[in-house]
């Protein structure tokens, strides 16, 4: 257990309003994930932080905005959601240093746009 | 760029046989290797990992050995429990900035008593 937490767990939306997720740890990590888990695709990164207010997007970013103003929380935001963004969302946060990085998941975020 | 490939599932067990579920993966330099596990309605787990080329990773009676000659990161155990039950996910990092993985696509093993 690495200490994070996802609010909410569940969440139904409709097409076009905004949803912030949240991804809360305890333990000072200074590297934060956020991936969606899709069928047949595994799960696919879509921002990261490594630091306050330090982010960088990844493979799958467009339609998603991230912001990190405390180093225990990283808040995933959907501006204005749409149905190809129902899917599971896992927060992770990295352990380790020098080659021996791991990353640990969340519980995830089951989201479901109408 | 970095990919993973696993072989689909679902694969369908019987207790007690053996497995595996094949993991080869395409990067630059020397990847970290992991083997993540997600039970049923919960959130992936760590299951295993190798840092370098021949390390072996092991736990809970799996384990997988870092092949650098073929790209390969198998997953293998001697001897399933129903409760083996669940989606086995390849990641590999790169150790580029971000330490980012990329994952395979998971394979769903359904072990039958």
């Known amino acids: 257990d690495a200490g994070i937490t996802q609010s909410p767990r569940h969440k139904v939306t409709e097409t076009g309003t905004p949803v912030t997720l949240r991804c809360h740890q305890t333990?000072?990590?200074?590297?934060m994930y956020w991936y969606r888990q899709d069928p047949g695709h595994g799960l696919r990164l879509i921002h990261y932080?490594?630091?306050?207010?330090?982010?960088d997007k990844g493979e799958v970013s467009d339609g998603y905005s991230v912001s990190r103003s405390k180093t225990e929380d990283f808040l995933l935001t959907l501006e204005s959601a749409t149905s190809s963004q129902t899917s599971v969302y896992f927060c992770?946060?990295?352990?380790?240093?020098?080659?021996?990085?791991?990353?640990?998941f969340g519980p995830g975020t089951r989201l479901l746009v109408l | 760029g970095n990919s993973v490939t696993q072989m689909e599932g679902p694969v369908t067990l019987s207790e007690e046989a053996f497995l595996t579920i094949n993991c080869t993966y395409t990067?630059?330099?020397?990847?970290?290797l992991f083997w993540y596990v997600q039970y049923p309605g919960e959130g992936l787990q760590l299951l295993l990992k190798?840092?370098?080329?021949?390390d072996k990773g092991s736990n809970k009676g799996f384990e997988a050995t870092y092949r650098k000659e073929t790209t390969s990161f198998h997953l293998e155990k001697g001897s399933v429990q129903v409760s083996d039950s669940a989606v086995y996910f390849c990641?590999?990092?790169?150790?580029?900035?971000?330490?980012?993985?990329?994952f395979g696509g998971g394979t769903r093993v359904l072990v039958k008593p």
């Open positions: 992770a946060i990295s352990e380790g240093l020098g080659g021996e990085e791991t990353q640990y």
């Open positions: 333990e000072n990590h200074r590297y």
């Open positions: 932080s490594y630091g306050v207010k330090d982010t």
């Open positions: 990067a630059t330099g020397y990847p970290s």
């Open positions: 190798a840092t370098k080329a021949d």
């Open positions: 990641a590999l990092s790169g150790r580029a900035a971000g330490n980012k993985l990329t």
